[in-house]
């Protein structure tokens, strides 16, 4: 098959393709940064090195492709989250029909069943709905859980306090996963025949944990049995990411996925759609915690 990757060599996107060309498929990577291209194309895969900002550069390159993986770059600069997931989606979704594209994989998350109150994760929902709406497509949505690897953002503030914190409650059992869990989902996905059209999603998390037991997990692989997860106020919150400099709406938006995530609405719909959980648990996580730490 020949499949097209959007992310680079990031960290679902590099094992997404390793695996991929390992399975004998045509794998074309989508990078913005001409000096990937070397790596790329060391790993057996072809590089197009261009923007998802461009809707044509995305048709030309998804030209004659069985499956496309469509993923939202990060973007911590843009002044509206939402309207920047807004305008990548529509360029996907018009390179996907000028295409003929029939099969894609997307990622989203989990909490993209909502339209309102999760912050950040509002531009994943709104482009599963602009994908959604094209005919013809077999589109699934993946919706991996909360990533490990946030986790690695409060190394500054275990140095600094000798804790770990955020405005979501210390004892409410949330999933976790890891990148190369979504990886194993996404490639058994883009694997998959094109018919029938429609969609359908697909939930991939690795452990279920509570953060307390995340603080415990993390202290002990660095050193630190002590170390406790406090829970913030939503102002204490929004204050200390204001003072580590980012911009007001990122920090609403950062409050607001904690808040989901506290209160449980951003998970519902994944406790009524478990998936079976993947091979990388909190205690694997640890030890590279503990190796960047």
Not at 103 to 114: D, K, N, P, T
Not at 115 to 133: F, K, M, P, Q, R
Not at 167 to 177: E, F, H, P
Not at 268 to 275: C, L, S, T
Request: charged share 15%; glycine share 8%; proline share 5%.
């Amino acid at each position: 098959m020949k499949i097209i990757l959007t992310g680079s060599l990031g960290n679902i996107s590099q094992p997404l393709a390793a695996a991929l060309v390992q399975q004998g498929h045509a794998v074309t990577v989508i990078s913005r940064t001409p000096a990937k291209q070397a790596a790329i194309e060391a790993m057996g895969a072809t590089a197009a090195i261009g923007s998802v900002e461009d809707a044509d550069f995305l048709a030309a390159t998804f030209a004659g492709a069985n499956a496309v993986y469509a993923m939202v770059p990060p973007s911590f600069t843009e002044p509206d989250s939402r309207a920047y997931f807004q305008r990548i989606g529509r360029n996907y979704a018009q390179a996907i029909a000028q295409a003929e594209v029939r099969r894609v994989v997307q990622l989203s998350s989990w909490g993209a069943h909502l339209a309102a109150g999760t912050g950040g994760i509002l531009g994943s929902h709104d482009v599963e709905e602009i994908l959604a709406a094209l005919p013809g497509l077999t589109l699934t949505h993946l919706r991996p859980t909360s990533f490990y690897t946030n986790y690695y953002t409060y190394a500054g503030l275990i140095k600094a306090a000798g804790i770990m914190g955020a405005n979501c409650v210390g004892d409410r059992k949330i999933a976790l996963v890891h990148p190369r869990d979504i990886a194993a989902a996404a490639a058994e996905e883009l694997a998959r025949p094109a018919a029938p059209a429609g969609r359908t999603v697909r939930y991939v998390a690795s452990d279920e944990r509570t953060q307390q037991e995340v603080a415990h997990a993390l202290g002990a692989a660095i050193g630190q049995p002590a170390l406790r997860w406090v829970a913030f106020s939503d102002e204490q919150m929004r204050e200390s990411l204001l003072k580590n400099g980012l911009p007001p709406s990122t920090a609403a938006d950062v409050v607001a996925i904690y808040a989901s995530m506290s209160s449980g609405k951003l998970g519902e719909d994944y406790e009524q759609h478990k998936p079976a959980l993947g091979q990388v648990k909190l205690e694997d996580f640890a030890k590279e915690f503990a190796a960047a730490f």
